[in-house]
């Protein structure tokens, strides 16, 4: 296999046979459990998924919805498809091909859940997309986030007898799966932490760290999830204020 110039061939012809076989794709499907964790009950209307590849996340949703629309910056039949198949006349599941950073075709205040799995380190403005991401989002809405830790000791490691092993075996060479890492996971966790801390200032941010919960160390841990509830009112607003 050679390494396709742009990724969008990567992720539809490669990314579930490299990520989800195995190990690796057992550990790769408890990081959606570990997301869902707390909402396996419950409703929330209306659904945003960011960066949904090719619907490997949908399955794991377990909470009950009006509307769920999956975004890709690059289109996937496999996420029609699925798309598709979980969709019921009163309950419908879209696929939309757009870029998450700016949601240009999604209205402010709108979303009660915005999912974002494994998507952060791959956009060149994780700030802005962040800023973006709680504007759409309703107040007293949710975004549960999904953070490898990458380049953590513990994640390097894992990737090397998961992900890196996958990719041989499929022909690629060890510079071309650097150069891919590379051009896909171009943000360190811990930028990103930090600007989802600085972003949520005044919302309500939980955060778990998987295995090291009480230690908030990105090399100890594979991965950190957010799960964040918007705050009602903005700063220096009453609720009176928020309700004109
Ligand atoms: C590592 S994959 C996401 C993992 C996938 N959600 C899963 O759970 O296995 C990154 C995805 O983000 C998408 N992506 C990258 N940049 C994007 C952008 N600016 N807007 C929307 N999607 C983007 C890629 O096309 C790819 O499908």
């Known amino acids: ?11 539809a012809d490669h990314y579930d046979e490299v990520v ?6 057992a550990m790769q ?30 399955k794991h949703v377990r909470h009950n919805f009006k509307r769920y629309v999956m975004l890709d910056i690059n289109d996937s039949q496999s996420a029609r498809d699925a798309a598709g198949q979980a969709s019921r006349p009163d309950r419908p599941v879209e696929f939309l091909v757009s870029d998450a950073q700016f949601l240009t075709n999604v209205a402010d205040s709108s979303v009660d859940r915005l999912i974002s799995m494994c998507l952060l380190h791959h956009l060149p403005g994780p700030d802005q997309a962040l800023d973006r991401w709680r504007a759409v989002v309703k107040p ?3 975004l549960s986030i999904f ?12 990737r090397l007898v998961t992900t890196f092993r996958a990719a041989k075996r499929l022909g690629m060479s060890k510079t071309d799966i650097r150069y891919l ?28 760290r998987f295995p090291a919960q009480p230690l908030p160390s990105w090399n100890f ?24």
Not at 4 to 11: E, G, I, K, Q, R
Request: aromatic fraction near 10%; glycine fraction near 8%.
């Open 20 to 25: 989800y076989q195995g190990a690796g794709g």
């Open 29 to 58: 499907r408890q990081f959606h459990r570990s997301l869902e964790r707390p909402w396996t009950t419950g409703y929330f209307a209306n659904v945003l998924e960011l960066g949904a590849t090719n619907a490997e996340h949908l």
């Open 1 to 11: 296999m050679s390494l396709p110039s742009d990724l969008s061939a990567y992720y």
């Open 140 to 142: 007293g809405g949710v």
């Open 221 to 244: 841990n594979l991965y950190y999830t957010f799960q964040i509830t918007k705050s009602v009112t903005e700063p220096g607003e009453t609720v009176a204020d928020s309700e004109r």
């Open 147 to 158: 953070l490898p830790c990458d380049p953590g000791v513990l994640w390097r490691a894992g």
């Open 181 to 208: 890492n590379a051009r896909d996971h171009r943000n360190h966790v811990a930028s990103i932490a930090a600007m989802i801390n600085a972003v949520f200032r005044h919302d309500s941010v939980r955060v778990h």
